[in-house]
Structures are given as structure tokens and as C-alpha cells.
């Protein structure tokens, strides 16, 4: 199976900041890897697919890039909605695995 | 609207049996991949099962193959989980999901195994 990372597991950011998060895959996906926001208590939220293409809806303020085996989230000025749990998600090979999560809260 | 809406579950004992049910709307069910992710209470997001548009495909996670089957009526825009030999372990919150590649995400079900 594919074990995916996530760096750092835990930030504190303020309003405006740029966040970025890092997910490493164990081995080469190409770019079949996805991106998640959840809040607590709510569903996840799709927000990136193919390592950089956005969902419908979802704000530009989200980016993604990379391909390989790494890839990186970036939230260009973090706002009050945005403060949230991230996953990314290999979808190369099965089983499909996710990342442990990123959790960003307020400094 | 894309709307997805699980139910079915409930407490269970372990070896026992469960049924989740996820109702779709505002798509064309039937041209769609669908997908099961589970969440264990605090912890992360875990990729359980996918099945094909017409049900010709179907993949597991390790941890469930020959306890879980995955199925869909798409005359009923309906995707299932069949749970048999349920765990402790299994007990989390599931989701339905549209797509191999989500894009979608219902609102989840509570599926907990305890004696």
C-alpha cells in the first residue's frame, strides 16, 4: 500500500497568513492526488483533485502543486473559514489511501 | 444540488451485521464511480470501498475484504454497504461519496460496534 505523510501535523497561523502544507507519498503517484478540508463535527469538503485542478466553488485562494511524490496546499491569506483540518489522498493505486491530516488553527 | 444521504446506522455487537444505505440526488447516478470513507471518532479520514458506475468493479480496503460488500441499484440511485463480522474497530462515522476521485461527500452515518 501507499503510505502518504503529512507536514506539519499541527500549525497555528493568523488571519492573512500564507499556509502551506506538504504531503509525500511513499511512492511515485503521478499527479493522482487530492486534497480535503474538514471541520469539526461536519463532512469533508472537496477542494483539489489531480494535485492541482479546484472543484467547482472552491475559492482560487487554494492551490496545489507538485507530482512524484511530493505535493503542497497552499492557502494564500487565511480567513476565519479556512481554519480547519486537511487531508490529501493518493488515488494512484488501491486501496486509495489518505493522509494523517494537517490541523490549522488560530495563533 | 448534488445530495447524498446515508442512513442505517446504529449500534451493534461485534460479529453482528449492518446495512448502510446512501440515497443520491441531482445527478446522474448511474454514470458515476461511488465510494464508502469511514472516520473512527478523532482520528483521520480512511478510504474504505469504491464501485464501479455499473457495478462491474468493486475495490476494498484490506481491513474489510470478505466482511464488506459494496453494491448500488442505480434504478434506485442507491449505493450500499453490507457489513457482516462487524469489529470494535469498525465503529466510526461513514460516508458516501461520488466519485473514484471525490468530489462529493454525504453527511455521514454512525456505525458503532460495542457489546
Known amino acids: 500500500d501507499i503510505q502518504m505523510t503529512q507536514s506539519p501535523s499541527s500549525l497555528s497561523a493568523s488571519l492573512g497568513d500564507r499556509v502551506t502544507i506538504t504531503c509525500r507519498a511513499s511512492q511515485g503517484i503521478s499527479n493522482s492526488l487530492a486534497w480535503f478540508q474538514q471541520k469539526p463535527g461536519k463532512a469533508p469538503r472537496s477542494l483539489i483533485y489531480?494535485?492541482?485542478s479546484l472543484h467547482n466553488g472552491v475559492p482560487s485562494k487554494f492551490s496545489g502543486t507538485g507530482s512524484g511524490t511530493e505535493f503542497i496546499l497552499t492557502i494564500s491569506s487565511l480567513q476565519p473559514e479556512d481554519f480547519a483540518t486537511y487531508y490529501c489522498?493518493?488515488?494512484?493505486?488501491?486501496?486509495?489511501?489518505f493522509g494523517p491530516g494537517t490541523k490549522v488553527d488560530i495563533k | 444540488e448534488v445530495q447524498l444521504v446515508e442512513s442505517g446506522g446504529d449500534l451493534v455487537q461485534p460479529g453482528g451485521s449492518l446495512r448502510l444505505s446512501c440515497a443520491a440526488s441531482g445527478f446522474s447516478f448511474s454514470i458515476y464511480w461511488m465510494t464508502w470513507v469511514r472516520q473512527a471518532p478523532g482520528k483521520g479520514l480512511e478510504w474504505v470501498a469504491n464501485i464501479k458506475d455499473d457495478g462491474s468493479e468493486k475495490w476494498y480496503v484490506d481491513s474489510v475484504k470478505g466482511r464488506f460488500t459494496i453494491s448500488r441499484d442505480n434504478a434506485k440511485n442507491s449505493l450500499y454497504l453490507q457489513m457482516n463480522s462487524l469489529r470494535v474497530e469498525d465503529t466510526a462515522v461513514y460516508y458516501c461519496?461520488?466519485?473514484?476521485?471525490?468530489?462529493?461527500w454525504g453527511q455521514g452515518t454512525l456505525v458503532t460496534v460495542s457489546s
Open positions: 489531480a494535485a492541482s
Open positions: 489522498q493518493q488515488y494512484n493505486s488501491y486501496p486509495f489511501t
Open positions: 461519496a461520488r466519485s473514484k476521485v471525490v468530489a462529493s
